[in-house]
C-alpha cells in the first residue's frame, strides 16, 4: 500500500529534527528518495512507500511536488528547516497522528534516515550523482542543463538491490 508523499516528507522532516539531524529542503528530497529505493528492495518494487517518482535534476533527484511545498520554507534549498515547515502543534503528535493508520515499516525507515540523514547535503549529492538511477536519465545532459526526467523505479529497485546482495555476500 502506497501513502501521500506529503505525509512521508513530514515524517521524514519531523523524526529527522526530533533525532538532532539537520533538514533542508534539498536534503529532504535524498533522504525521500533513498526511503523509495531501500523499502523497495526490502519488500519489493511493487510495494514502493509511495508512488510518485524522482526526476533527474541538477543537484540529484527531486519530487517535483515536495519541492513546490518546501521551497519556500527555509531562505534557500540548503537552509535548515524547523519543526514548523512540517506541523503545526508538537512534533510529536504529528507523528503520532501520521504514523496512526500507516502499516509501513518505521524501523526500516528510522534506519534509512539515520544512515543518510547524517551525511551532508553535498555528500548526498555525490552519492546521487554517482549511483546509475541518477546518472542514467542525465546522460547526454550538460552539468547545469534543467531535466524533467523520471527517473526509474526498475532501475532503483535493480540497482539497490544488487548492491544489497553484494554486501549480504561480502559479510
Not at 515547515?85 to 497522528?97: H, M, R, V, W
Not at 540523514?117 to 549529492?125: A, E, F
Not at 524533467?148 to 544489497?164: A, I, P, V, W
Request: charged share 25%.
Amino acid at each position: 500500500m502506497s501513502y501521500p508523499i506529503q505525509d512521508i516528507a513530514r515524517y521524514i522532516g519531523l523524526t529527522s529534527i526530533i533525532k538532532g539531524l539537520s533538514i533542508s529542503p534539498l536534503k529532504l528530497q535524498k533522504l525521500l528518495y533513498y526511503v523509495q529505493a531501500w523499502y523497495m528492495v526490502f519488500y519489493g518494487k511493487e510495494n514502493t512507500p509511495f508512488i510518485d517518482k524522482p526526476q533527474a535534476w541538477v543537484n540529484g533527484p527531486v519530487y517535483p511536488e515536495i519541492y513546490r511545498i518546501y521551497k519556500n520554507k527555509a531562505v534557500n534549498m540548503c537552509d535548515h528547516l524547523e519543526s514548523s515547515a512540517f506541523c503545526e502543534g508538537s512534533p510529536e503528535d504529528t507523528l503520532a497522528a501520521l504514523t496512526k493508520d500507516m502499516t509501513l515499516d518505521f524501523e526500516l525507515l528510522e534506519s534509512i534516515i539515520l544512515l543518510y540523514g547524517s551525511k551532508t547535503q553535498n555528500d548526498l549529492i555525490f552519492m546521487t550523482h554517482s549511483e546509475l538511477p541518477w546518472a542514467e536519465k542525465r546522460e547526454g545532459l550538460r552539468p547545469f542543463d534543467r531535466s524533467d526526467r523520471e527517473l526509474s523505479l526498475d532501475t532503483m529497485y535493480e540497482y539497490y538491490k544488487q548492491r544489497h546482495d553484494r554486501n549480504r555476500t561480502k559479510a
